[in-house]
């Protein structure tokens, strides 16, 4: 079997290979250096083949005309080795599962390469991050990476570009093209059916109750005939519907009373809902932990209990929700405990400001980064609905104590939010007004673009996903 011979990197001399961008000029130089040598040998003077002689002026310009003549030649040559270059391959698809970068670009890097990538992508986002069912592309020229791309979310998306000192990462939006949308529903059940008739997705449903959460108990102040009217943006690619945008406005009937709301971002680029008059919907407490569910058993001094079957004090709202329903904790606070309980099972209790507190009972688990100490927001997720302790079936037992005792949760009116401020209310006001011609049918969908004037300070809201 023939040797091979392997020699170290210090003895081997690199081979220069021009690039097309210094084809050019190598050429060129190599051509009017040609010339030039035989000027210098043959003088000042010469004869072209029919023996007419040349002043030393003539023979410049003739090196000059040889010399432009040689660019062209040159730059022609670039042309016909750009034109041979192999068109760039682009390859979309979605992250299986068990996938990481190093098995999805395996076939066009080397293990040193996929190190190099990742590392450069570490300070914008960490590729161990990636997820199932997320897309990606690889753009590839002569087999080799040349760009790759992954959506890390509905907004933004990681590219990665070979340069030639490495690999750059950049964090980049994506781009949709946005559609306004109105959206008319009339309640018959549920305001999740009410959407679906509408052709919309719960996703639409939950940011309504979201908006509203403050306002209208979706759980137990619905009835049939409620309507409502709203605003959102629709986000597609390539013509696909790719999700919701911004819910800009909408009206609420309930039991006869309407609710609006607006979307408004201030100057501190804080995107937060108001009413007509500019006064926050957000208020201290949700009005429930959790949507789209029914009340099995209200707050009450006497109750026969359904496991121990004796009468006693029921000092708690029941909310009946399938097991593994997330359960939101209603405001912002410090978790003060989290563990079992005989007959509360897993449960979670959370201390606000003003002396309050909640209580989350007979959860099937806690949500991750649920610890006793911990701080939670307004509207997280603590655990999910179970029928751990003494429970009949997968329900919520919700509780909640003021200065030390037992209050009903659906009878407490707690403070709104910051309104919004004076200096900012002709702005405010400006938005409402764009939005009551959309939604009542004074101004055509079509003409709506975020670079509106009185929009234009709304581009940071959350989208529905």
Known sequence: MPQKSHLSSSSQKPRFTPNKNQLVPLLALLLLLGGGLAFLKYGPL????????????????????????????????VLNLEAEEAEPVVIQAEVSRGDTVSKILEAWLTGAEIHALAASCKSVFPLHRIRQGQPYTVHTRDEKL???????????KL????????????????????????????????????????????????????????????????RVDDSFTLLVEKRYRDG???????????????????????????????????????????????????????ISSGFSHRRLHPVLKDWRAHPAIDYAAPAGTPVKSVGRGVITFKGFNKGAGNYVAVKHMNGYETMYLHLSRFAGGIQKGAQVKQGQVVGYVGQTG??????????????GAYVNPLRELTPRDQPVNQREMP??????????????????????????????AATAAQAPS
Request: proline letters at 1%; glycine letters at 6%.
């Open 46 to 77: 010469g004869a072209d083949e029919s023996g007419t002689e040349y002043s030393y002026e003539e023979e410049l310009q003739l090196l000059e005309a040889d010399a432009r003549a040689a660019c062209e030649e040159a730059g022609a040559l």
């Open 390 to 403: 003494y429970a009949t079936g997968p329900h919520l037992d919700f509780r909640m104590k003021r200065n």
């Open 427 to 456: 702005r405010f006001l400006a938005t409402q007004e764009l939005c009551r011609d959309f939604l009542e049918d004074r101004r055509n969908l079509a003409e709506y673009s975020r670079s509106m004037p009185e929009l234009k």
């Open 240 to 294: 696909e519907f790719k999700g919701y945008g911004r819910l800009l406005a909408a009206y609420f009937t309930n039991q006869g009373s309407r609710y609006e709301t607006f979307l408004f971002t201030d100057d501190a680029g804080h995107s937060l809902y108001f009413n007509a008059e500019g006064e926050s919907l957000r208020r201290a407490f949700l009005k429930a932990p959790l949507a789209f569910n029914r």
């Open 146 to 156: 040349i760009r790759f791309e992954y959506e890390i979310d509905s907004e933004s």
């Open 159 to 222: 590219v990665v570009s070979r340069g030639d000192e490495g690999f750059v990462a950049e964090r980049e939006e994506i781009e949709y093209n946005i559609v306004l949308h109105r959206v008319d529903g009339v309640i018959a059940s549920n305001l999740f059916n009410a959407m679906v008739e509408c052709g919309e997705t719960a996703a639409l449903a939950m940011a309504l109750a979201d908006v509203f959460a403050w306002e209208i108990n979706f759980i137990q102040d619905l």
